[in-house]
């Protein structure tokens, strides 16, 4: 299961923090990258901005330095995932997510189309599974006709690893089973991080949210902080809180 990249990925990563750059332009992106100190490790972006601004999100990943983590979270036939992980420009993208759900093929056509563009000098980016969405309350679980979300985490996560996925993304309540089951292996990569003072309201749709330090000590390996900076009407004072609560 586990490749040498994903030791290798950790050792490169000079803090556990990822940005998720949901924002209307890339005008805005830029801005906020510019306000946010220290740098994050990983920057992502999903959909939200690449449907503005995609044609200069492609040129910079084309030529920047920064680590990227494509979030499109893909859920299709093994043949169009598999096209559009060989269709990323440059080599920037380091992470990219799939569902878990799009089944055993579809995970092992990502996890081939990565290894291709490894071999090509492409740059390999890591392929993460998202098991459960962290939004769904036990409503939406029941009218997806899940029962026992954390066992449903535990089924799909084992699927997603044994077809070849180096990591997956998950809540941080899962943690502590995610680390029990598959040991330290693989990459974990955790939304819903809050402050300890964000109120239920704060936590904007993350019905699982946890603090940087929880979250960390719990095993994940990189945090997602979105709406709680991004939204901020100071971005780099919020930024700091989060690293601040990240360590002592
Ligand atoms: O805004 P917030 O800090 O809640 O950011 C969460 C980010 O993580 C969003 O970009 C969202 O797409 C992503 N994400 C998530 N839940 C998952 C997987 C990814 O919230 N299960």
């Given at each position: 299961m586990l490749t040498g990249l994903v030791s290798s990925f950790r050792k490169e990563l000079s803090n556990p923090f990822c940005v998720a750059l949901?924002?209307?332009s890339w005008a805005e992106a830029v801005t906020l990258l510019s306000r946010i100190d220290p740098p994050p490790a990983v920057v992502k972006i999903g959909p939200m901005l690449y449907f503005r601004d995609g044609g200069q999100v492609g040129a910079w990943l084309l030529k920047t330095d920064l680590c990227v983590f494509l979030d499109f979270k893909w859920h299709d036939i093994p043949n169009t995932v598999s096209g559009s992980v060989d269709a990323i420009p440059g080599s920037s993208v380091r992470l990219l997510t799939v569902h878990a759900q799009g089944g055993k093929k579809m995970i092992g056509a990502a996890r081939d189309a990565a290894d291709t563009r490894g071999e090509s000098g492409r740059g390999r980016p890591l392929v993460l599974a998202v098991t459960?969405?962290?939004?769904?309350d036990g409503v939406e679980l029941g009218d997806l006709g899940i029962r026992d979300r954390r066992e449903e985490v535990r089924r799909l996560g084992t699927l997603a690893l044994e077809s070849g996925a180096d990591g997956l993304v998950m809540a941080p309540g899962d943690l502590e089973m995610a680390r029990r089951e598959w040991g330290q292996e693989p990459f974990i990569v955790t939304p819903g991080i809050r402050l300890p003072e964000a109120t239920p309201l704060q936590?904007?749709?993350?019905?699982l949210a946890e603090t940087p330090r929880k979250a960390i000590e719990k095993g994940a390996d990189l945090l997602v902080i979105g709406r709680p900076v991004v939204k901020s009407p100071d971005p780099g004072k919020a930024w700091k809180q989060f690293m601040e609560y990240s360590s002592g």
């Open positions: 949901d924002l209307p459960v969405l962290t939004h769904l936590n904007d749709d993350q019905v």
